[in-house]
Each structure stands twice: as C-alpha cells, then as structure tokens.
C-alpha cells in the first residue's frame, strides 16, 4: 500500500503532466487524505491513501483534464 506521501508525489506528477501548476497540498485527515488545486485553473486533485473498496487512491480534474490557462 502506497503512503500519503507517496501518493501526493503521484498525483503531483501526474497533474503537471497534464499543465497544472499544483499548489501546496492541504492535509483533510492525518496521514490518510489531502487535496490540491491548481494555481492556474483551480482543477484540484485528492489522494486517499486507504480508500474504501469502491474508491480510488488519486482522483480529481487535475488528473483527468488538462490545464485551461
């Protein structure tokens, strides 16, 4: 299983591969979950490190979508 620092390494990449610039993540539960946005377009990206079974441990327009600036 992937640590929350892990995954934020991962999603960070992945989100400025697609032209986001991500800020600073923003820390929702201890080392369980955290958020991004976008410093250009607001698009934001989450990462669970222990998501329920129907969940996913990256998710949001940030890595699914491409910049719009």
């Given at each position: ?11 960070r ?22 958020e ?13 490190s222990?998501?329920m079974?129907?969940?996913?441990t ?7 979508l491409?910049?719009?600036?």
């Amino acid at each position: 299983m992937a640590t929350l620092k892990q995954l934020k390494s991962s999603a960070r990449h992945s989100a400025e591969w697609r032209g986001h610039n991500i800020g600073k993540f923003i820390t929702l539960d201890p080392y369980v979950s955290a958020e991004a946005v976008c410093r250009k377009c607001g698009k934001a990206v989450y990462v669970n490190s222990e998501p329920m079974p129907n969940e996913i441990t990256i998710s949001g327009e940030a890595v699914a979508l491409g910049c719009d600036d």
